[in-house]
């Protein structure tokens, strides 16, 4: 079936440093990938998406970059920040197609101070 | 979390006892859905609907039920059945030709 994976498990980097974050997903018929960002005891909040027809979007600290031949997309985060530690999870879906979302199994960010 | 609210924050349960947690949204959104998240795992699937009155099995469906009565309504009951309750529970939404599901606060549910 759809699979999304997604590396490293955990992830720790010095305050400033960057942070890349990367999924392959399996669905060809995906063509929606957004990101997630969830905090100890709260509810995922999405931080960025990128679409099928885009090969990278920025907003300001976060980009995401999409190899839909290779069917990859990473997540970069740059001048990471303390309260940048959180569990990321990336995640793929046919878009306006279809109403299921796979998500990867997350990574957990540390920035230390 | 946003116009997805969530309720109980935490719940318990005791053997052999029905729990139903609440999931309420106003984003006037056709499909919701409902995960479960394990310490340290990602989102397993238990129940989604596309429109009122209709929803569909996930991925973990065994020992869940949900009703979808009203359109900003869905919630979800955890039966005796299921063995292993413990859990956070979120619940999500997505507005018909939308693409991204926004999630509520979630539920913790615990066992006593």
């Known amino acids: 079936g759809e699979n999304v994976e997604q590396h490293p498990s955990t992830l720790s980097v010095q305050e400033g440093d960057s942070a890349v974050i990367k999924c392959t997903y399996s669905d060809s018929a995906s063509n929606y990938f957004p990101w997630y960002k969830q905090e100890l005891g709260k509810g995922p909040q999405l931080i960025i998406d990128i679409r099928s027809n885009v090969g990278e979007k920025k907003d300001q600290r976060i980009a995401v970059t999409l190899n839909k031949t290779a069917k990859h997309f990473s997540l970069h985060i740059t001048e990471t920040q303390p309260e940048d530690s959180a569990v990321y999870f990336c995640a793929a879906s046919p878009g306006t197609g279809g109403f299921k979302t796979i998500f990867g199994a997350g990574t957990r960010l540390f920035v230390k101070a | 979390d946003g116009g997805i609210t969530q309720s109980p924050k935490y719940l318990f349960r005791k053997e052999g006892q029905n729990v139903t947690l609440s999931c309420e949204q106003n984003l006037n959104h056709d499909a919701m859905y409902w995960y479960r998240q394990d310490p340290g795992q990602g989102l397993r699937l238990i129940y989604y609907?596309?429109?009122?009155?209709?929803?569909q099995k996930g991925d973990i469906a065994e020992g869940y039920s949900v009703s979808r009565e009203k359109k900003e309504s869905f919630p979800l009951t955890v039966t005796s059945a299921q063995k292993n309750p413990t859990a956070f529970y979120l619940c999500?939404?997505?507005?018909?030709?939308?693409?991204?599901?926004?999630f509520g606060p979630g539920t913790r549910l615990l066992v006593l």
């Open positions: 609907s596309q429109i009122v009155n209709d929803f």
């Open positions: 999500a939404s997505r507005g018909l030709g939308g693409e991204t599901q926004y």
